[in-house]
């Protein structure tokens, strides 16, 4: 049995691209990558049942003579020094020195809402009922990339995307071409959607509300673990999250667990996790952002801590804030300012802001952003927010937008929902969007299964109310 994303063998082509995005020097990177290749070594891992198991004693020998190879070049990898380190600190007190915020928060804390704002149990509600209908729009495109979804989204008489996906009309050959996420496809097309259906977009978040109610605002990185230990088998974790579950087992502690051989250590998995710090401490992104940051170095570092604390200090933002620009505003105060993220982000939003194609606007995305893998965190949190900033607050446009990014389009989804369901709150959320999920959620977690969305904002509600930062 092979597994994916722990064998070192299949990571080697995964840190070599890393190694370049990060600046390190070429003439070593080109000098691995050059005995990589001449060993035989693959530059990314291989399809799923494309490597069968060895059968003689010769192929078992090579193998493992690349396995212990691959572990010498990561780790040589790991010992060259990244050209952003100094704008890219992994440390807390690090980024919150060079962060616009600074480390007490630069931005207005918790205010009281005037007379005809969105109630905050509303904002909360309509949180929780965003992220989960961005993410059931985007789950059965996941994979498919900008130019099938749009496809897709043509021959169905959805485009510019307004609903849900559809397999009925859709011809045999379009079908073909861009097959559906074949886990997805089953619940999450408007034929048969029929409740929230159990993704890990949706069961992060549940994680961090147990993980809140249980320690508090206190929590340690090791709870963390010990979370996911309980509660998340290793199958259903990926990319940096997977290595960094195997580091666990292995017995290292974090941060290590983020950084020993873990290519997708800037991946977006921990941006997916945090919305719940934010909906803890609302109106006090700084607060979000700590409690983001201490999830996140389990699995990741650098801008893939960002992600987290970007996602996070925005949530807390968008139950208070009236607009769109006040929430990636808030973001991006929690985020090292010459990261290569918050340099993405700004960008994407001058863009979104004076583009009235939002195609154009993607365009330019992905031309900046095109050698990036599908679910790094920079890309992502760059169309993240120009997604938001250019539907100016309308829910609909702005989960579309996400979606029809084309790169992970359920988390992106998601996480847009959950800010934009919080500005307008669940009243205002489009029934078309909300009925279909039958105000149930699905989830293997323990006691979260068929949970309704009202307890879990009023559980939200509450943490906020006893002071979750």
Known sequence: ????WVQPEDLVGHELRQA???GR?????????ARWSAAGGHGAPPRAGASPEPRTPEERERNARLRRLAEDLLDELAALPSAYAADEPDDLDAILALAPAGADGGLPGPRNLTEGEVPRADRVLGAWLGRAAGCVLGKPVEKIPREGIREIAEATGNWPI????TARGLPADIAE??????????????????????DDDLNFPLLALALLERHGAGFTTGDVAQMWLDELPGGRVFTAERVAYRNLLLGLTPPDTATWRNPFREWIGAQIRTDVYGWANPGDPVAAARLAHRDARLSHTANGIYGAMFAAAMCASALVAASVDEVVEAGLSVVPPRSRLAVAVRRAVEHAR??????????????RHGDLHWVHTINNAALVAAALVHARGDFTASIANAVAGGWDTDSDGATVGSVAGALIGAREIPAA????????LASSL??????????????TAALAAGGAS
Not at 354 to 367: N, Q, T, W
């Open 177 to 198: 071409r861009w097959p559906w996420n074949r886990r997805s496809a089953v619940n999450s097309l408007a034929e048969n959607i029929d409740g929230t259906p159990e």
């Open 354 to 367: 004076s583009e009235p194609d939002f195609e154009k606007v993607v365009d330019g995305l992905h031309a």
């Open 1 to 4: 049995m092979r597994l994916t």
């Open 20 to 22: 370049g995005q990060d």
């Open 433 to 440: 969007w909300t009925a279909p999920l039958r105000h149930r």
């Open 25 to 33: 020097d070429p003439d070593a990177v080109a000098a691995i990558a």
């Open 446 to 459: 323990t006691g979260f299964d068929g949970i309704g969305f009202e307890e879990l904002a009023a559980r």
């Open 162 to 165: 307004r609903t849900w996906f």
